[in-house]
Structures are given as structure tokens and as C-alpha cells.
């Protein structure tokens, strides 16, 4: 018996793999997070420079992962790409621009006799840490809400406004979650540095943080929820192929795909107890809790955006011309290819996980930041 793999199939493997890489990106941001807290978590320059330094840790996973997001979106459903990228360009040059100065930032931030000086290099980083978990969030709820382009029949994009995706800024849901993913970030950001950093006053002051972004986070995050919900969403129609409106398509979704919505409520525990734990039991484990709360919920919501028959980039200006995971995926044959260069992902995640635990065995301390080693 010969097991044939359908074109259909890998859409749907490579929106599980996009899902994936989305998810942990969303985790990985907690290096932004805690970015955003450099002027106003530390009490002294010291405090800053051990912040800096256990995010500076990490900083390579999180460019990493959005380059790998970036690539294997682009290479599984290049349409979106392209529609994406060459309509809504004001937003995505805006996130990009964010990490190369992040990237910067790190580099040179301790170098001595740079030019524009230390004050600069943070603000980069709080720029970053602000900017991008923000505008990631406004970008991915057009997910949802859908976007301004139609496509003529050669798929050249149009952009109805001429603000080429800034106009996502005006949509009241798509803020929510854009303010949602910056406040997650943080709080993971908290927990990071709750769980890395050995400076007992410094921690104090993380969880007392840690309170007043977990109730702007619920606030933004329980919005967008219950507005998704009650919304109208963006349906394929079996028989045609058109696009149509349906009521409560998302919480149609949630109700017909029910392994979906128990990984959404179980991400949306985890979350929770990761806040509990550290500001009712001092626990320094938080992170862990958060941090795979956040990938198990943004993994849910992407799969919802995507599968049973939804358009997961609609068009708010063209309707027929929405995107799909059918019509704006690769050829079989480069999805085929490209799902066996994907069977190396389990030794890729091994190797990082090697890498988070060694370099963090030994805990950011006040000794390691005096002394002549490297530092940023």
C-alpha cells in the first residue's frame, strides 16, 4: 500500500510548522519585554547592567526565530508574503527596523570610546523592546480583522489606503493585541529576570511589576478574546471556494476543533499560574509556566486563524481576493521538499535548549558585573 502525500496535507503541516515558530516567537520576546523596563525597573546603573546582561543572553534567540518565522513564511505561503510585505510595508520595516537597532545596540553598547554613548544604546533597546512586541501584535490581529488589498488575476497586490498598513493602527481590536503581546512580553520579561538574576532587591521590585502589568495584560487580552469571539469571521465556502461572512465563525472554530480549544485554555492557565506562583509563592520558576502558556495560546489562535475553512489574511477592501492556506501556498513539490529539510527541527530545538541551559547555569550576579569579563 502506497501512502501518497497530498498538496492539501502539507498546507496544513506547514501552517502547524508557521504556528509553531509564531508561538515561540511570542515566548522569545520577553528579551523586548524586559527591554521596556530598563528606565524604569532598575534602581541604579547596576541593576541596569545585570538586566541588560540576562537578556543579553538571549537576545540571538529571539532574531533567530523571527528570521526563521520570516523565511519559512515566506517560503511555504509566498502569496501572503508578497501581499503582505508589498502592501502593509510602512508596519513590517517599522518592526524590522526595530531589531536591527537592537542588534546594535548590543553590540556596541559596552564598547568603549563609542560614538553616540551608552544613553543611545539603551534607548535603542527600549525602542525595541516597545515597538516590536507592539507592532507584532497590530500586524498578526489583521489575522483577524482583515487588511485593505485586492490582487488582480497575475496576484499584483493594490493597497486601498495610503498609509500601506499604518492603517491597522486605527483598528480599536487590532491595538488590543498589539498592547496584549507588548504586556505578555513583560511579564514574561519580569519572570526572565526573576529567574536568572541573583539580586534580592532587584527581584522585589520585579514582582511588584510584575502586578501592574498583569492587569493591563488581562484587560487587552480578555478584549480581544471576547470580541474575536462575538465577531463575524472569514469563511471559505466548501462548494464554491468564495469567501464569506459567517457569524461567530472563530468561536465556531474553537467549538469544531475541541483539541484546539483545550490547548487554548490550558496556554491561558499556564499563564495565569505563572503570575500566581511568583507573587503568591515567591516561586522563581514562573517563567517556565508563562512562558509555554504563551506558546500552547498563540499557537491555538493561529490555528484557528488558519484551519476549518478559514481565511487567516482576509481582505477587508476585496473579499474574493482574502488568502487562505490553499490559495497562497507553495507548489507540492517545494512543500514536499521542504518538509523533509523541516525533519532536522527536533535536533535544531534540542541543540537550543542545550545552549539556554548552559548559559544559564550560573545566575546574573553583582561580582560578575564588576569584574573585567565580557559584558554589554
Do not use: C
Not at 498583569?214 to 469567501?243: C, E, R
Not at 487562505?324 to 523533509?340: E, G, P, Q, V
Request: no cysteine.
Amino acid at each position: 500500500m502506497t501512502f501518497t502525500i497530498s498538496h492539501l496535507f502539507l498546507q496544513h503541516y506547514w501552517w502547524i510548522i508557521i504556528s509553531l515558530l509564531a508561538s515561540f516567537l511570542v515566548f522569545l520576546m520577553f528579551v523586548q519585554g524586559g527591554q521596556s523596563l530598563i528606565y524604569s525597573l532598575p534602581q541604579n546603573n547596576l541593576q541596569k547592567k545585570m538586566i541588560v546582561n540576562s537578556l543579553g543572553r538571549k537576545w540571538e534567540f529571539t532574531f533567530t526565530t523571527l528570521v526563521t518565522f520570516g523565511g519559512a513564511f515566506f517560503a511555504s505561503f509566498p502569496l501572503f508574503y508578497a501581499t503582505s510585505f508589498g502592501g502593509a510595508y510602512w508596519v513590517w520595516i517599522a518592526i524590522l527596523f526595530s531589531f536591527t537597532i537592537q542588534a546594535i545596540a548590543y553590540e556596541f553598547r559596552s564598547k568603549p570610546n563609542n560614538v553616540f554613548g551608552q544613553k543611545t544604546f539603551d534607548l535603542f533597546l527600549f525602542l525595541n523592546g516597545s515597538l516590536g512586541p507592539f507592532l507584532i501584535g497590530v500586524a498578526v490581529a489583521t489575522f483577524f480583522t482583515g487588511a485593505m488589498f485586492s490582487l488582480n488575476r497575475m496576484n499584483q497586490v493594490h493597497w486601498a489606503t495610503p498609509w500601506y498598513g499604518l492603517e491597522a493602527l486605527l483598528n480599536v481590536r487590532n491595538l488590543a493585541l498589539g498592547f496584549a503581546v507588548l504586556f505578555i512580553a513583560r511579564i514574561n520579561g519580569l519572570l526572565y529576570i526573576i529567574n536568572s538574576v541573583d539580586d534580592e532587591s532587584l527581584i522585589k521590585r520585579s514582582v511588584k511589576r510584575l502586578i501592574t502589568n498583569s492587569i493591563p495584560f488581562l484587560i487587552f487580552f480578555l478584549y480581544f478574546i471576547v470580541s474575536l469571539l462575538v465577531s463575524k469571521g472569514f469563511a471559505v465556502d466548501s462548494v464554491t471556494g468564495n469567501i464569506i461572512i459567517e457569524k461567530f465563525k472563530y468561536l465556531h472554530n474553537f467549538v469544531e476543533m475541541p483539541v484546539v480549544l483545550v490547548l487554548f485554555l490550558a496556554g491561558v492557565i499556564g499563564v495565569l499560574s505563572g503570575i500566581g506562583i511568583t507573587i503568591l509563592k515567591k516561586s522563581v520558576t514562573g517563567i517556565w509556566f508563562s512562558g509555554a502558556g504563551t506558546i500552547l495560546s498563540v499557537f491555538s489562535l493561529f490555528l484557528i486563524a488558519g484551519f476549518n475553512g478559514t481565511s487567516f489574511y482576509p481582505s477587508i477592501y476585496d473579499l474574493q481576493s482574502s488568502l487562505t492556506i490553499r490559495n497562497a501556498s507553495s507548489s507540492l513539490f517545494t512543500l514536499k521538499t521542504m518538509m523533509y529539510v523541516s525533519f532536522i527541527m527536533p535536533f535544531v530545538i534540542a541543540y537550543i535548549w542545550y545552549a539556554w541551559k548552559a548559559i544559564n547555569r550560573t545566575k546574573i550576579t553583582e561580582g560578575e558585573m564588576n569584574s573585567d569579563g565580557h559584558a554589554y
